[in-house]
């Protein structure tokens, strides 16, 4: 084997950082994406056609851009941001840009599952915008909206893969430059069962989060 | 008191324009149980809506207690909102929170102290039957419990007007019984005026003091629920009075009625209030000199008051039967002849 322990750890550590890092971002920008997103569109509680349909292009535009070209093209942003468009840190950007839309998205869905009753009952009730959203939609999304965070983490873990190409490092970097490019298959099936291991993990704790919140 | 006075409401679906409400005038008094009949699409539940402007009418304006409520602003609609309490068809409680939490929310959203919406959920949930299901959740409650919860969680803020949108709609005929107890209770102890809206008639008949009948959009028919039941005008009203009243001549009776044609003398006779209690019919057949044969009948009580319906074959001389529904119609009780009814 090519590598030692040593870099299969800090690979690990790589991959996990620039997870948790870009998703502690992406969840700043996509959660209140995807509460506008529900809430401006036609008969909800604040519908605006403007606001709702500009969010939705935009979103629909960042979603539709292949991540490895996204890393690419806002490479400028990224300098402008860390200072340097190389390494870990650089990479928390274009995943940023990548998680944060995916994100909104899939919040939006988990507060459209929410029964429009219990928001009627929450405005017969005289409830403003701002409770309605906090103390009805959230809470009855809370567990559908855990699961959909998990799905994020789990595409985030994916992408940060390659973000390898920017010299990211973590384990798909590892993968790719001693697994794929210098052949050695050990290195190869390492990474990808660390991975498989990771996301399995990663669900279950999801899954496991997901009961436990359904009632509160 | 609800007053609507014009109330129109229209959608825009595509190009096409929804009259979903058309001119409605109504007025609900100050702690009457009133109810809006009507099949499904008739604009019952945009009627409803337009109380605590879930719906702003499109024309017309809706008056709670003198006060025009189209006119407010937001802020003002939802401190009005708290003054009407409203439950549902299908409960609409939060099941991510307990019954406790479910009851509270109304008063969290008002920032009531805590030890205060412990007491006062405390006592809404004996008031509804149901103090020892406060730590469940609403998913391991039944229907009827649900709809309690419903109930306890509409009054917590104290509301002059409870709005039911067909409340009992999606629970079997006992439960659906001990709701509408509930109700009464409410509308009784409370004076809490009453508005509901169902598509069943035998919710009217069971609570109702007034009752308007709506169809397209409009009121097609309204009364007391004693006069529209015993004297309906509109076809429509014909039909859901006799969905519960099972006034319809049953009919083999309706083929002996036809067969013997203009020969025999086949009346209805409905009772009303002191009537019922009297034996007309004997009385009657001893006075003329005639036979009577009741061929079909029942009693039912409206609003606390007897309602009787008997169909009477008159056997005798012409002229003492003329006679007789003369007397007849002195009293307490309207006759017509069963073969128009039939019709």
Known sequence: MLVDNEQILEALWETVYMTGVSFAFSLLIGFPLGILLVVTRRGHLLQNEAVFKVLNVIINIFRSVPFIILMVAIIPLTRLIVGTSIGTSAAIVPLVFYAGPYIARLIENSLLEVDKGVIEAAQAMGASPGQIIFRFLIPEALSSLVLALTIAIVGLIGASAMAGAIGGGGLGDLAITYGYQRFDTLVMVLTVAILVVLVQGVQSLGNILSKRVRRS | ?343
Do not use: W
């Open chain 2, 1 to 343: 008191m609800i007053q609507f006075e014009g109330v129109t409401k229209t959608y825009q679906s595509g190009k096409q324009e929804i009259h979903a409400l058309n001119g409605i005038d109504l007025t609900v008094e100050t702690g009457e149980i009133f109810g809006v009949i009507g099949f499904s699409g008739a604009g019952k539940s945009s009627l409803i809506r337009t109380v605590n402007l879930l719906e702003r009418p499109t024309k017309g304006s809706v008056k709670i207690h003198g006060k025009d409520i189209s006119t407010l602003s937001s802020k003002e609609i939802r401190t009005t909102r708290k003054d009407i309490g409203m439950i549902f068809q299908h409960f609409n409680l939060l099941n991510s929170k307990t019954v406790f939490h479910n009851v509270a929310m109304p008063l969290i959203l008002a920032n009531t102290p805590k030890d205060k919406i412990k007491e006062q959920v405390k006592s809404l949930l004996e008031f509804v039957g149901l103090a020892d299901q406060a730590q469940k959740y609403p998913d391991q409650l039944s229907g009827g419990q649900k709809q309690r919860i419903g109930i306890a969680r509409a009054l917590a803020t104290n509301p002059s007007v409870l709005l039911c949108d067909e409340a009992t709609s999606a629970l079997d005929p006992q439960t659906t019984q001990s709701i509408l107890d509930l109700l009464r209770k409410i509308n009784r102890e409370y004076n809490i005026t009453i508005l509901l809206i169902t598509h069943e008639m035998g919710v009217i008949r069971e609570i109702c003091d007034k009752v308007a009948v709506l169809e397209a959009g409009k009121v097609i028919e309204q009364g007391s629920v004693f006069d529209v039941f015993t004297n309906p005008q509109q076809p429509t009203t014909q039909r859901f009075v006799r969905s519960v009243m099972n006034d319809e001549l049953p009919p083999a009776l309706m083929q002996q009625i036809q067969d013997a044609g203009g020969n025999h003398s086949i009346y209805r006779i409905q009772f009303h209030g002191n009537s019922v209690g009297r034996p007309l019919i004997s009385q009657v057949s001893r006075e003329f000199n005639l036979d009577l044969n009741v061929l079909f009948g029942n009693i039912t009580e409206l609003q606390g008051k007897p309602y009787g319906n008997l169909i009477v074959e008159f056997i005798g001389d012409r002229s003492e039967i003329n006679r007789a529904l003369a007397a007849i119609r002195q009293s307490d009780a309207t006759v017509e002849e069963a073969e128009n009814y039939a019709s």
